[in-house]
């Protein structure tokens, strides 16, 4: 017998007589072995498969399923003897049958021959035409179907261009343009597609319809994702132009299945702008994001991962500039991860994990999200070394900075990461990550304390950014001065309280119309709070402060400086726990200091548990942009309070 799955499944006996298969489930199971190439697939599986979410009798059904199709498949077997075609093994169930008598794994069969020796290329034109439309076409709604169409897709695209490939390296294909042009029309950003349908046009002496098909092919991919058309591209067009391309067979350069991107990609230019902040940022976030939405519209994976994974731009910060953008980014990276499946290429899958590790770093994100998070910078990170690719173990880096903000007191942890970060960009002429590396350092000094290792790290990134031309590094630069200040505005000598007040000021100007809301808002607050709290001064009482994701915790303190203590203590009451940030120890500290004002021993035992590990370290100062103290001085008040009565 034979069993068809690309188009509508289908089965025939040995006589060509269709198989009654039953029911869009009966299919569904035959299917799903077909995938499985042999292999068992168990029980449980199947019923996941199928279900979504399974009934109550789902191995039941499944048992009666396949037990129909033992009898349509194997309609002669005599009575109690075991099926040879839909067997039962281990705790599941197996398909037997030999490779030529499915049309996909023919067809899988032929394109790897193919690969290795292109006489076989007759084999594999027979193969490409026993497609009947996408495979498994009937089975819909199933996440392993489409996954397995979204790949077989893939691989009919490229057997198609092999093919039209070898015929034209071979003298022959002037018969190929009826079908390269479906094929472009089909699948328009397959870069290789239109070189091959240009090539069988000249080859059937059609000169300048070649020509008119590279230049729609590079209009289209400018207008649409704004792509230059890679190397191989250009050199055919100038070799038809300029008569030096023979009508007879020419061997070129395979580029490979997939588009292959040219120099400047929608995405390189975003990530450039990014650089630049301002508005430049904020359109570099929203050209990055269509750039992302029309990949995955190609149904092109190749395309869609590396345009996802394209956009490496250092990121220092723990909130997200735009939080609905970078769940649209995860969600699309996740999307495309699955489609690759576990055996998608290295790099791809490496880029597409450090993308949701670094999009993934809103303080929004909790619970199973935020664990997918750590896992993915855990992956990335791994792929990168495997690869020893050091621009991509840069980029996986920096997701595992982003994602190392689990508890309070990981500063050294963090600094660890900022060296490597910056050892990497320095000996492999990383600009770019080097600023980085030394913003993290940055930050992990500041949070230790270490004014003066911070500033002679906050001293190299300035120079770095002079000649990298990256405006926004002295914008984070000033924040760490005016943090510096505030510190030294308690020691004899130092610059007065309001100075401090006045660097602040001064740095959130330039803050402003940085295009970064997600760090600007509610920051020259809880900088000011800092800074009253370094000399025992009440909360500020600007009502035009706007303190953004820092209210909840700063509310208390505000409300006791008022005199509303019964206000302050609901308020308190109902302050959550700090997310995993920048600013986490010193959303706790503002817990602390409120709950010993308040005497609530519970709360202050809460910050005392999450602040221990913490102690050495300064409160907001991992942020390299404020302070509120050293965290000892707000643990020693809360532990007192906590042990009181």
Do not use: K
Not at 48 to 71: S, Y
Not at 283 to 310: F, P
Not at 380 to 398: C, I, K, M, S, V
Request: hydrophobic share 45%; glycine share 8%; charged share 25%.
């Amino acid at each position: 017998m034979r069993i068809d799955v690309l188009g509508a499944v289908r089965a025939f006996h040995d006589d060509g007589s269709p198989v009654g298969l039953g029911g869009p489930r009966h299919r569904e199971v035959l299917a799903r072995l077909v995938a499985a190439e042999g292999r068992m697939v168990t029980t449980d599986t199947l019923v996941d498969d199928l279900w979504p979410d399974p009934p109550a009798r789902a191995v039941g059904a499944l048992r009666t399923f396949v037990a129909a199709l033992r009898r349509a498949l194997e309609p002669g077997r005599p009575p109690r003897t075991p099926p040879r075609v839909l067997v039962t093994e281990g705790p599941g169930y197996a398909l037997r049958l030999p490779r030529e008598d499915v049309d996909v794994h023919r067809f899988q069969d032929a394109l790897a021959r193919a690969r290795r020796n292109p006489d076989a290329v007759t084999g594999l034109g027979a193969a490409l035409a026993a497609w009947r439309g996408p495979a498994y076409a009937d089975v819909t709604g199933s996440a392993w179907a489409r996954r397995e169409r979204t790949r077989l897709e893939e691989l009919r695209g490229e057997a198609v261009e092999l093919r039209a490939r070898i015929l034209l390296d071979s003298g022959e294909g002037a018969d190929l343009v009826a079908e390269l042009g479906a094929h472009v029309a089909e699948h328009p950003w397959r870069e290789p597609a239109w070189a091959l349908l240009a090539r069988a046009l000249h080859r059937a002496g059609r000169r300048a319809d070649a020509l008119a098909t590279l230049r729609r092919a590079r209009a289209m991919l400018a207008d649409q994702l704004g792509l230059d058309p890679g190397a191989d591209l250009r050199r055919l067009e100038t070799d038809i132009l300029t008569g030096s391309m023979s009508l007879e067979g020419t061997r070129t350069a395979w580029t490979g299945p997939g588009v292959r991107l040219g120099p400047r990609t929608t995405v390189d230019l975003a990530r450039t702008l990014a650089l630049a902040g301002g508005d430049a940022l904020v359109h570099a976030r929203r050209d990055r994001l269509a750039a992302v939405v029309a990949a995955e519209r190609t149904g092109d994976l190749s395309l869609t991962a590396r345009i996802i994974g394209a956009y490496d731009v250092p990121a220092l910060w723990s909130r997200a500039d735009d939080p609905e953008q970078s769940r649209a980014v995860v969600a699309a990276a996740e999307r495309t991860l699955t489609a690759l499946g576990p055996d998608g290429p290295a790099d791809l899958t490496a880029r597409l994990l450090a993308t949701v590790a670094v999009e993934s770093r809103s303080a929004d994100l909790s619970g199973p999200g935020l664990e997918r998070a750590r896992q993915a910078a855990r992956q990335a990170e791994a792929l990168a070394r495997d690869l020893a690719d050091p621009a991509l173990l840069a980029f996986a880096l920096n997701g595992v900075f982003l994602q190392s903000f689990a508890r309070p007191g990981l500063a050294a942890v963090r600094d660890r990461t900022g060296a490597e970060i910056l050892g990497l960009a320095t000996r492999h002429e990383l600009p770019n990550f080097a600023v980085l590396g030394r913003l993290v350092r940055l930050q992990s000094a500041s949070s230790l304390g270490d004014l003066d290792t911070a500033a002679s790290h906050a001293a190299a990134a300035e120079q770095l950014a002079a000649t990298t031309e990256a405006p926004l590094v002295p914008v984070l630069t000033g924040w760490f001065r005016a943090r510096a200040a505030a510190a030294r505005s308690t020691e004899p000598g130092g610059p007065t309280a309001a100075t401090a007040a006045a660097h602040y000021r001064a740095a959130d100007d330039a803050l402003r119309t940085a295009g970064m809301p997600g760090l600007h808002r509610g920051l020259l607050p809880l900088a000011l709070l800092g800074l009253r709290l370094l000399h025992d001064r009440p909360a500020p009482t600007d009502p035009h402060l706007d303190w953004g994701p820092y209210g909840p915790w700063a509310r208390p303190l505000l409300l006791l400086d008022r005199g509303q203590a019964e206000q302050a203590r609901a308020a308190l009451a109902a302050v959550p726990g700090p997310p995993p940030d920048h600013m986490q120890e010193a959303l706790w500290c503002l817990t602390a200091r409120a709950a010993v004002r308040l005497g609530e021993r519970d709360i202050a035992a809460r910050a005392v548990a999450a602040l221990r590990d913490a102690r050495a370290e300064h409160a907001g100062a991992a942020s390299g942009m404020l302070t509120l103290g050293p965290v000892a001085r707000y643990l020693a008040e809360a532990e007192a309070c906590a042990a009181a009565g």
